[in-house]
């Protein structure tokens, strides 16, 4: 993207965030990533009238450089969490989600905004005031609910008990002190309770599993009992590849909590595509969190919920064309949101 359209969006983006004269905000990269995002947030930051400065991290050691959950780089440098924790806002163009350090910038009242994906995407899903009406809308229904059911025609039906975890939303900015969220983002999600959860999920080609930034080719049949996954199978006719895999990638942690469930909820933006990965396969797969009428499931760690499941084994995965009931009444009807006020104006 044009270095002078970049400024443009990152500067929308941090008028919605709110930075203001008076204002200190810190774009955080690491190693030789994402310059060019620094350099738009800075020049935005400077026209908002706030004080803005670059904290640049060292390399990943990991090979590739890959993401490590958890692994936010500021382990050993409690200096600069310190500074981070004194100041308004961080742009965070690391991905500091799951780590200690995450949740103590948070804690001192710093709030956060992760900005990862492709500038491309980033424009295209740029928020707005009207999606985070809607997103609200299904968090409070979601906050309100004590049990959530989710079907689908491939055999899913499984049962979240609620109540234990609260209900978090992300429409892809931050104004308010302590508040973590990602652009781009449209969800709403809370946790099952520890030993709560229970029934079968059945993914089905085309379901998406993130890390993996790939759509499911085959059918995998998941069992799961009080709260953690017991089976892991191809379902009927299947090779059982997609199966294998789920499975050998969890069993590489050598760390059962890879099993547990964690949080669950569902997509409300109607611009983001499905078909998102074979756009932008570069990004952390936000557009596929977030596109309407998915639901998506978790597996792995819980404590962005407070939960105390801190695995480095994660999975995401969003799904197509399911049902979701809160308290037995249809939230989400194969795909379509069922309350008018969480559909677009178009939908409704």
């Known amino acids: 993207?044009?270095?002078?359209?970049?400024?443009?969006?990152?500067?929308?983006?941090?008028?919605?965030?709110?930075?203001?004269?008076?204002?200190?905000?810190?774009?955080?990269?690491?190693?030789?990533?994402?310059?060019?995002?620094?350099?738009?947030?800075?020049?935005?930051?400077?026209?908002?009238?706030?004080?803005?400065?670059?904290?640049?991290?060292?390399?990943?050691?990991?090979?590739?450089?890959?993401?490590?959950?958890?692994?936010?780089?500021?382990?050993n440098i409690p200096l600069a969490v310190d500074a981070l924790k004194a100041v308004d806002m961080v742009v965070d163009c690391t991905f500091l989600l799951f780590s200690p350090e995450q949740f103590a910038i948070q804690g001192a009242g710093t709030r956060i905004?992760?900005?990862?994906?492709?500038?491309?995407?980033?424009?295209?899903?740029?928020?707005?005031?009207?999606?985070?009406?809607?997103?609200?809308?299904?968090?409070e229904l979601l906050a309100k609910a004590s049990a959530m059911r989710i079907t689908s025609p491939h055999g899913t039906d499984v049962t979240y008990q609620l109540g234990m975890y609260p209900t978090m939303s992300e429409y892809g900015y931050t104004d308010t002190p302590g508040r973590w969220d990602h652009w781009p983002a449209a969800f709403v999600f809370t946790g099952g309770s520890d030993t709560g959860v229970d029934g079968k999920i059945v993914l089905a080609p085309g379901d998406v599993l993130?890390?993996?930034?790939?759509?499911?080719?085959?059918?995998?049949?998941?069992?799961?009992?009080?709260?953690?996954?017991?089976?892991?199978?191809?379902?009927?006719?299947?090779?059982?590849?997609?199966?294998?895999?789920?499975?050998?990638?969890?069993?590489?942690?050598?760390?059962?909590?890879?099993y547990g469930m964690s949080h669950v909820g569902w997509g409300l933006d109607e611009r983001a595509h499905w078909h998102g990965l074979t756009q932008f396969p570069g990004g952390m797969g936000m557009e596929l969190r977030s596109f309407y009428g998915n639901v998506m499931f978790s597996i792995g760690p819980n404590n962005e919920l407070g939960g105390p499941n801190d695995t480095a084994c994660h999975f995401d995965i969003p799904m197509r064309g399911n049902s979701l009931y809160l308290d037995d009444e249809l939230i989400v009807d194969a795909g379509e949101l069922t309350v008018p006020e969480m559909r677009p104006v178009a939908r409704r």
């Open 113 to 139: 905004l992760t900005a990862v994906e492709p500038p491309e995407l980033l424009a295209r899903l740029m928020p707005t005031t009207e999606l985070r009406e809607r997103v609200e809308t299904g968090a």
């Open 210 to 258: 993130l890390p993996f930034n790939t759509y499911v080719q085959t059918p995998v049949e998941i069992t799961i009992e009080e709260g953690f996954i017991r089976d892991i199978r191809g379902g009927a006719g299947s090779s059982g590849l997609d199966a294998d895999l789920l499975r050998s990638y969890i069993e590489s942690f050598d760390d059962p909590r890879g």
């Open 1 to 75: 993207m044009d270095q002078n359209l970049f400024n443009d969006i990152c500067l929308q983006q941090l008028t919605l965030s709110g930075v203001h004269e008076g204002e200190t905000v810190v774009v955080l990269t690491r190693g030789a990533e994402r310059a060019e995002y620094a350099d738009a947030f800075l020049w935005a930051i400077q026209r908002l009238g706030a004080t803005g400065y670059h904290m640049r991290l060292p390399s990943p050691a990991s090979a590739a450089g890959a993401w490590a959950v958890g692994d936010s780089g500021l382990g």
